[in-house]
């Protein structure tokens, strides 16, 4: 056999070879390595977490590691870790999987009707990497309450209920300047100058949204209900609003868990900032966080000539409103001798 048949078939063979490892090496790379049944999965990788850190949180995903480590070495991804949300779907391979832990997906991170500020952070810290406890911390920071010009009472003002797209290993100080910017956007110069016209600043507004909100659960009435409030306010009355003692008969036991469906002449005179039928004006800061139909009740109230309301018995869910006292104790008798029949003492 002459030296030009032995190059030929020695290429041959380097060749078969080669083309043998790239099919493997094509079919390790491109071949589907998932284990999960759902059709899509989201991991969550901490911040500051290593390569290892990482295999361990994708193993229970992922079919057969060493394919997966493979290709993730020779795309330089443990020396490129990212923090975050990323998704994986039902049948990608481990070139697909690299890529996908590559791109941090956002959350649609949503809050509404919250009472206090321990439960938005409970529920903001659901939702996202940042725990309650760090999230709270955040929002009391007396230099950033210095500066946006909030108290500890009222700093619940800054959030506007709605769906926020965040990335989940969101820290709570970039989660809480997140909230401040919105807060800027909404109080924007149309809003402030309504707010302006009913004598209000901003977090006033939202302070009487909060009871607006908490007094009727009907949005088509809301705007009423800011009417007669303001109507008081302006007259320096009084706003006896019940769920302003609701709230501080909760603060003062330090429960919020408990339902109060009745409220006693007795709780009438207990001793709270909060209580706004011993004190004239707005409490100290929001008793709930009104949704954005009870903060535009308040920018944009019914101008009418009611100073009182009381539930209805004949409209479950409504009001009806006077402007007398004598016509209110009328309505006013007829809701409690309704109440008194369905025997509710509390």
């Known amino acids: 056999m002459n030296l030009k048949k032995i190059i030929t078939i020695i290429s041959v063979a380097l060749i078969s ?60 991804y443990p020396e490129n870790v990212k923090p975050g949300r990323f998704l994986l779907t039902k049948g990608m391979n481990s070139y697909e999987l690299v890529k996908a832990i590559r791109i941090n997906v956002p959350v649609n991170l949503a809050f509404n009707n919250q009472e206090r500020l321990e439960n938005f952070a409970g529920r903001v810290g659901s939702q996202i990497e940042a725990d309650s406890l760090s999230l709270l911390t955040s929002f009391k920071d007396s230099v950033f309450l210095k500066e946006n010009g909030f108290t500890e009472e009222n700093v619940l003002a800054m959030f506007i209920p709605n769906t926020y797209e965040t990335y989940w290993n969101t820290s709570a100080e970039k989660f809480r300047d997140k909230m401040i910017k919105e807060y800027r956007n909404f109080w924007n110069k149309e809003r402030v100058a309504k707010a302006t016209k009913q004598g209000l600043t901003p977090i006033e507004a939202t302070v009487l949204a909060s009871i607006v909100h908490k007094e009727s659960v009907k949005k088509d009435e809301r705007p009423r209900i800011a009417g007669v409030y303001l109507n008081r306010l302006r007259a320096q009355m009084p706003l006896q609003a019940d769920p302003t003692v609701i709230y501080a008969i909760k603060k003062k036991s330090n429960d919020f868990n408990q339902v109060i469906k009745r409220v006693f002449y007795n709780d009438l005179t207990m001793s709270s900032p909060y209580n706004t039928y011993v004190n004239i004006g707005l409490p100290p800061g929001p008793i709930a966080m009104p949704d954005i139909t009870a903060l535009e009740a308040v920018l944009n109230p019914e101008k009418n000539n009611f100073i009182y309301f009381c539930a209805s018995v004949d409209r479950f869910g409504y009001h009806e409103f006077a402007a007398t006292l004598e016509e209110h104790n009328k309505n006013a008798k007829k809701y409690s001798d309704w109440i008194n029949s369905q025997g509710v003492k509390r």
């Open 17 to 76: 070879v080669l083309m043998i490892y790239g099919f493997i090496l094509l079919r390790q790379i491109f071949s589907a390595n998932t284990k999960f049944a759902d059709k899509e999965v989201y991991v969550y990788i901490p911040t500051d977490s290593k390569y290892e850190d990482v295999k361990k949180i994708i193993a229970s995903y992922v079919e057969n590691m060493d394919r997966f480590e493979m290709v993730a070495s020779k795309r330089d």
